[in-house]
């Protein structure tokens, strides 16, 4: 029955419920990563509970003056119709997740026919009078029979619960909990409204239910996202691996050719140096978590001492790295190192410098790859800019660092690396 002062919070309740929809569409409308099936999923759902709380708006206007009865039997239909419905689309979006087709699924018929059976007796109440009626004021009473209405969704909900748990092991955890948060809540609210009057809050308990749902089943598929950026992070790693220039090998394994007759000891220093860079190589495919930069050191010492021994004395590297107790993405350093001899040295210009520091700062550990070769524009589309732009995206998904380019003062390029505290060993 509902008295005047009532109202009140019959209309709160009903701006809330509408507001709560409206916030729900909006983020489901604005939120990136979300799947094309999910998306129009909740977009129907949280739409209908837009169509929900105008017709709970309008029904407290109806309450408040002298209209038809039938009218207010069709508003009170179409709010309750609106509401069960959510019930079996939770059947057939838990069926989409366990990878079921609803078609063929038992549960899914089991709860559209008890839904066919609460919107039968939902429309045949008017008629009969036993479950609920209006007076000619505009009163609204439950009959003796009302608990029998409640019967149908409540089973519905008890099989979704049921089917939920059969499926638990085909789902994350957090969209097993985002499905018990859109269902436990609703049957309690459910079971007390058989006893109490709370129907307004039935409404406002089904859109909070239905917004946690979204909100964890977002948060799971930003992660699925993620996760699947970690593994092309870690495919780029292994391009990098299997696209090892040929001619770098090709002139390394010629140099050892020529100084086994000219300087076999510098031979069998260089061939460990090309094995240790190869081990390095090798082990950095394997490694999809950020490695100890002591270990991506001495891949880049590797390599350098192999470049050194081609280039003779037009290579000058310099080391001043007394900060190495932090970790970093594997294929690094190494790669930052490879792609200023490759594309910064100018055989034609002297003696090619480069330069590797890292240093301790409050917010994490900072590497500073510097070479006074011919440089290249920061923003531009070239072979060098575009691999830094990978070791960049990968600096950023594995461990939230960071890596920018510069113009080094007198001619060449600046590569600094910052890596945040959360990777230090």
Request: glycine share 4%.
């Given at each position: ?267 069998r220093q260089v061939i460990m140096d090309f094995t240790t860079y190869l081990r390095k ?103 060098p800019h575009i691999a830094l732009k990978n070791i960049q995206q990968r ?31």
């Amino acid at each position: 029955m509902i008295f005047w002062y009532d109202f009140f919070f019959y209309y709160f309740a009903s701006g809330a419920t509408l507001l709560l929809s409206l916030l729900g569409l909006w983020f489901i409308t604005i939120m990136p990563n979300v799947d094309r099936w999910s998306k129009r999923f909740f977009r129907i759902l949280f739409a209908a509970f837009v169509v929900l709380s105008l017709n709970c708006i309008i029904q407290v206007v109806l309450y408040s003056h002298t209209v038809p009865i039938a009218s207010l039997y069709i508003t009170f239909i179409l709010e309750s119709l609106l509401l069960s419905m959510t019930l079996p689309m939770i059947t057939v979006y838990l069926l989409h997740c366990c990878g079921e087709d609803a078609r063929s699924s038992k549960l899914f018929y089991a709860v559209l026919s008890l839904w066919a059976v609460f919107c039968a007796m939902l429309v045949i109440a008017p008629f009969i009078g036993v479950f609920y009626y209006f007076t000619p004021d505009n009163k609204y009473y439950r009959d003796s029979w009302y608990p029998l209405l409640m019967v149908p969704p409540l089973i519905l909900l008890m099989l979704n619960i049921g089917g939920l748990m059969r499926r638990r092991r085909y789902l994350s955890r957090k969209k097993f909990l985002s499905f018990l948060i859109a269902l436990l809540p609703i049957t309690g609210v459910l079971i007390i409204n058989i006893f109490i009057e709370v129907y307004p809050l039935v409404d406002i308990c089904v859109v909070l239910s239905a917004m946690s749902m979204y909100s964890l089943i977002l948060s799971d598929q930003v992660e699925q996202y993620l996760s699947r950026q970690r593994e092309i992070a870690n495919q780029r790693n292994s391009i990098m691996v299997l696209q090892m220039r040929p001619h770098f090998i090709y002139n390394t394994m010629t140099s050892i050719y020529c100084l086994c007759g000219q300087n076999p000891k510098l031979a069998r220093q260089v061939i460990m140096d090309f094995t240790t860079y190869l081990r390095k190589n090798f082990t950095a495919i394997a490694s999809a978590t950020p490695i100890p930069f002591s270990s991506e050191l001495e891949h880049t010492r590797a390599y350098l001492a192999v470049e050194q021994a081609q280039y003779e004395d037009s290579l000058f590297v310099e080391y001043d790295t007394p900060h190495i107790w932090f970790r970093v993405p594997p294929l690094t350093l190494q790669p930052i190192v490879e792609n200023a001899v490759k594309h910064g040295r100018d055989p034609y210009a002297g003696l090619f410098r480069i330069s590797i520091k890292t240093r301790k700062t409050d917010s994490g550990s900072v590497i500073v790859v510097a070479d006074n070769g011919k440089g290249f524009a920061p923003a531009d589309d070239s072979e060098p800019h575009i691999a830094l732009k990978n070791i960049q995206q990968r600096l950023e998904i594995m461990c939230g660092g960071s890596l920018t380019i510069t113009p080094n003062d007198g001619g060449g390029t600046v590569v600094t690396v910052i890596i945040p505290n959360n990777t230090v060993n």
